[in-house]
DNA sequence: GTCTATAGGCGGATAGAC
DNA sequence: GTCTATCCGCCTATAGAC
């Protein structure tokens, strides 16, 4: 190649391929099990590579972790910050939540161990986007359920509980779902894909039958 | 010691100090982070015993992980099968998951988790208990739920679906609770350990209410 | 920027003395 | 039954050639 800022090309398509190999690799194993020999293969590099790049498999894996975190947010959590009707946020919510976890079955459950494992310097990596970007949203959230029960479209809720119920209510089937279906004694489920949209659906439809009536 | 059975008890009281070691780290660390150096440290023994009495890593992982299961079962699942009140059945099944994951914190999250990366040969490890106790004690539940339905008690429900809800909405809460009230901006939440009581106690009489009125 | 070669340590597992 | 000593392989990380 001739093209004088080709190195630089090079530079970025190899930190990429290396990146999305960790990825693949930390959420197929986590962090323990992953080595970095296996990103390195699935790479299709060599190991000194990884540490040219990234200085250590720590550091490695803070970028694959940061970046799915922020990609789980802008797919699903975003949506709690938009100025939409509360209704059609909660049915929206849900359906990209599900959508989420389907298009990437994995990913979720990486983020929800591993980030049980957190210290304070990694959430210290996030701490701008926690201050500037999530906490505002949630509480974009928070605002609307409260005015909305003042207006008496809803009874008053404890906004807080209510996400965390929506969210409990999503992910544990979609993050053990599979695990669930097996152990199923009680319906002949033949594809996961369509049960899991289909009590996408009934959740929202029950959440926001709840929010209306008295229960 | 002229007991001629001491060598009996000193094999069962390494073996049962060993376990315990194991269920510690393991619990800790997950499996692929925790390495037979630490559980032999942890012991107070040699890594050789370990060896000695359980084979391999592998091996004494699966007695640890089927104890956890056991052990979760019966403080929480078990109830399921019980011949009492659907009703106090629930509170019962709520309270005491709640107590559960409040008395072993981390054992809950490592069970999740090592739970998802299982395939057939660990699965064959339970499957006597699988198909004589847990399943035929879930179905209890079930046919609970269709006669109290039949009866009007409570309204028509799809008894898995319900189930699922149940154990979305205290399991979710508890296994990520603590980074969740970090993140929470709504409440000043001082006492995590009064929050779950209480969050138990409200999830319990909610999903009540929602049974017996029709929402 | 990318490779090979290798350091240095720790992993799980075993042999053999006591 | 319990220990020390040790094997061998894989781990992360680095040095140095190209």
New interface residues.
């Given amino acids: 190649m001739d093209d004088p800022s080709s190195h630089q090309k090079n530079k970025l398509q190899t930190e990429e391929k290396i990146l999305l190999a960790a990825k693949k690799v930390f959420i197929e194993?986590?962090?323990?099990?992953a080595s970095t020999s296996d990103i390195a293969r699935a790479a299709g590099v060599n190991k000194a590579l990884l540490h040219y790049y990234f200085r250590s498999k720590e550091k490695l894996f803070q970028q694959v972790f940061r970046q799915c975190i922020i990609e789980l947010w802008e797919k699903s959590f975003s949506i709690l910050g938009q100025p939409i009707d509360l209704f059609d946020k909660i049915k929206l919510f849900i359906n990209k939540t599900t959508e989420a976890y389907l298009s990437a079955p994995?990913t979720l459950?990486f983020v929800?161990?591993e980030?049980?494992k957190?210290d304070n310097s990694m959430a210290s990596l996030f701490s701008d986007e926690?201050e500037k970007i999530?906490?505002p949203n949630?509480?974009v959230f928070?605002k609307q359920v409260e005015q909305e029960a003042r207006k008496g479209t809803i009874k008053p809720v404890?906004?807080?509980?209510l996400l965390?119920?929506i969210?409990?209510?999503i992910?544990?089937?979609l993050?053990?779902g599979l695990?669930?279906l097996n152990?199923?004694?009680?319906?002949n489920i033949k594809d996961p894909y369509t049960f899991f949209k289909e009590?996408a659906q009934?959740?929202a439809e029950?959440i926001i039958?709840?929010l209306r009536?008295?229960?």
């Fill in positions: 194993k986590g962090f323990d099990g994995r459950n929800m161990y980030i049980t957190w926690l999530f906490l949630v509480e928070y404890d906004p807080f509980s965390l119920d969210v409990s209510l992910q544990l089937p993050t053990h695990i669930i152990l199923n004694t009680y319906h009590r009934h959740t029950s039958h709840c009536s008295d229960c």
